[in-house]
């Protein structure tokens, strides 16, 4: 019987905890109808995790991972020959899309999407998270479950080293231990990818363990991985400098004002606003006036533009009323926009716009 052959646990509980179930060697996902939480626990079945361990992953009952598995077997999904050693792990394979937030997770760490914070800039390395908040958080949780149920009880040392060698989902939920030690082996660790450089960005809190994560190239130019580290408030300011170092002055504002970044990194993104600004081009100082309507002229008082930057700006029409009184806020507007201003029909027809244009310290002592 398929309960014996394989040890379940109907026949032997003990056993059954032992079974380190396999994907099938020619498995056709399109002839299985599964759930949320089904599919999710499919992924993980990859020849080295047990039955149990599964359960613990997917928080779920063991018996319901058993019956789960020997349906998977029935239907071909799950090999039946449980003692052929797999060749590897095979990569995980995606759940099918839910019709209602499940409660199985996916491994990607938890991160609220910021309508200020920036897109993903041209050149960056960042493959589209079809994950959903309420699963990456699952996932989340799950991994810290793990490590505070199982692997915290360890000595520090202990950690450290099976930090180096271990595999999923051990690894992953080593990701959540305080010390920077195991975190920095988590990453040196063969099996690390951007899963794992994810995790520490959002959850480690040593600015230590975030510089390993920012001092690989192939981790720090990930997008994601950008968007959790600025999230964190233990990012020193040479970190954030690293991270913040090929993003635009539009992106570099957009942080400084985003609800989503702690108030210590949007001010060091302010200072690094301003830095950048006088050494920018000129037509990425307009398209920051621009595109802000003036607004991020609020945060560059003193610093002057030179005369590209001015010609730019003076060879466009004005139709906007804040930016225009953006512009006339701005000590450092140089004469010849604010005459600029002053001839816009917008202006010349709005007496209280041009009373604010005129009054400004650059403007003409006669304008026409």
């Known amino acids: 019987m398929l309960g014996t052959r394989h040890g379940l646990a109907r026949e032997s509980p003990a056993v059954a905890k032992e079974w380190k179930p396999r994907l099938a060697a020619k498995l056709d996902l399109k002839t299985l109808t599964l759930s949320p939480v089904e599919g999710f626990t499919l992924s993980r079945v990859d020849g080295f995790t047990t039955v149990r361990e599964l359960a613990i992953l997917t928080q779920q009952p063991p018996e319901q991972v058993q019956s789960f598995l020997e349906r998977l077997v029935r239907e071909g999904a799950v090999a039946e020959d449980e003692d052929a050693p797999p060749a590897s792990a095979p990569s995980p394979i995606p759940s099918p899309a839910p019709s209602a937030p499940p409660t199985a997770p996916s491994p990607v760490p938890s991160v609220a999407a910021a309508d200020e914070v920036p897109e993903p800039e041209d050149g960056e390395d960042d493959a589209p998270d079809a994950a959903t908040a309420e699963e990456r958080e699952a996932t989340a949780a799950t991994h810290r479950k793990l490590f505070e149920t199982r692997l915290h009880a360890l000595e520090a040392a202990a950690r450290e080293q099976l930090a180096g060698t271990a595999q999923e989902p051990e690894l992953s939920a080593l990701c959540f231990d305080p010390l920077s030690p195991v975190v920095i082996a988590v990453l040196e660790n063969p099996q690390a990818g951007l899963v794992h450089a994810r995790l520490v960005a959002a959850h480690h809190r040593a600015p230590a ?13 990930d997008a994601e991985v950008q968007r959790l580290l600025l999230r964190n408030p233990q990012l020193t300011e040479t970190q954030l400098k ?24 949007r001010a060091g993104c302010s200072r690094q606003l301003r830095t950048r600004f006088q050494t920018a081009a000129a037509e990425e100082r307009v398209e920051l006036i621009l595109s802000t309507e003036g607004r991020a002229l609020a945060g560059l008082s003193g610093l002057p533009v030179d005369g590209k930057t001015t010609s730019l700006l003076c060879k466009r029409t004005y139709s906007s009323s804040l930016l225009v009184q953006n512009i006339a806020r701005w000590a450092a507007a140089p004469p010849a926009l604010i005459a600029h201003l002053l001839r816009q029909p917008m202006v010349m027809k709005q007496p209280h716009l041009r009373s604010m244009v005129s009054r400004h310290p650059n403007a003409p002592s006669e304008p026409r």
Do not use: H, M, Q, Y
Request: a positive charge; charged letters at 35%.
């Open 209 to 221: 363990g975030l510089e390993r994560v920012t001092a690989r190239a192939d981790f720090a130019r």
């Open 242 to 265: 690293r991270v913040t170092s090929s993003k635009r002055l539009i992106a570099l504002w957009k942080l400084s004002v985003s609800r989503e970044v702690p108030e210590r990194n």
